[in-house]
């Protein structure tokens, strides 16, 4: 396999937006309406967000952002690998990017929300791999059956 090239990214392409509503579209079918917490494409425009594409070659392999909490804290958002890509360590490459970020702004932590379930285990295994333990609720997010904190001190 070609090298991932992982780029910071105005999100402006199809293949970038369609890979966003793919993701939304995952995460409504796989979650309650109430705790889909995916950011559309204007959300991940916003100040304070930072928005990635991997690819290789030509082929857009995946995507996630990094938003910036307090001066401390970063939060990971919209981390999804492209069907195609699924199982070729585009998501870890994504993963070691943003967490390199994080740590390059001086994040004494990174944090995220997820779910829970059989399509949320391949992430969540991603992320405890990494370091990541569960936590407190941060940010908006509130816990309960369904939503899960974890971050990871850095």
Same mark, same amino acid.
């Given at each position: 396999?070609?090298?991932? /090239?992982?780029?910071?990214?105005?999100?402006?392409?199809?293949?970038? /937006?369609?890979?966003?509503?793919?993701?939304?579209?995952?995460?409504?079918?796989?979650?309650?309406?109430?705790?889909?917490?995916?950011?559309?494409?204007?959300?991940?425009?916003?100040?304070?967000?930072?928005?990635?594409?991997?690819?290789?070659?030509?082929?857009?392999?995946?995507?996630?952002?990094?938003?910036?909490?307090?001066?401390?804290?970063?939060?990971?958002?919209?981390?999804?690998?492209?069907?195609?890509?699924?199982?070729?360590?585009?998501?870890?490459?994504?993963?070691?990017?943003?967490?390199?970020?994080? /740590?390059?702004?001086?994040?004494?932590?990174?944090?995220?929300?997820?779910?829970?379930?059989?399509?949320?285990?391949?992430?969540?295994?991603?992320? /405890?791999?990494?370091?990541?333990?569960?936590?407190?609720?941060?940010?908006?997010?509130?816990?309960?059956?369904?939503?899960?904190?974890?971050?990871?001190?850095?």
């Amino acid at each position: 396999m070609e090298r991932v /090239r992982i780029l910071e990214d105005d999100l402006s392409g199809e293949a970038i /937006r369609e890979l966003v509503a793919f993701h939304l579209s995952g995460m409504h079918a796989n979650s309650p309406a109430c705790k889909v917490h995916a950011l559309p494409v204007e959300k991940l425009r916003q100040p304070g967000v930072t928005f990635y594409s991997a690819w290789v070659g030509n082929a857009l392999a995946g995507m996630g952002a990094i938003r910036e909490l307090d001066p401390t804290h970063g939060e990971l958002k919209s981390m999804r690998v492209a069907s195609d890509w699924l199982g070729k360590k585009i998501g870890e490459a994504m993963l070691l990017r943003l967490l390199s970020v994080a /740590r390059q702004r001086g994040y004494a932590r990174v944090s995220l929300e997820t779910g829970q379930g059989p399509a949320f285990e391949p992430a969540l295994g991603l992320y /405890r791999k990494h370091g990541f333990v569960n936590c407190e609720a941060f940010a908006e997010y509130v816990l309960d059956d369904f939503s899960q904190c974890l971050t990871l001190p850095l």
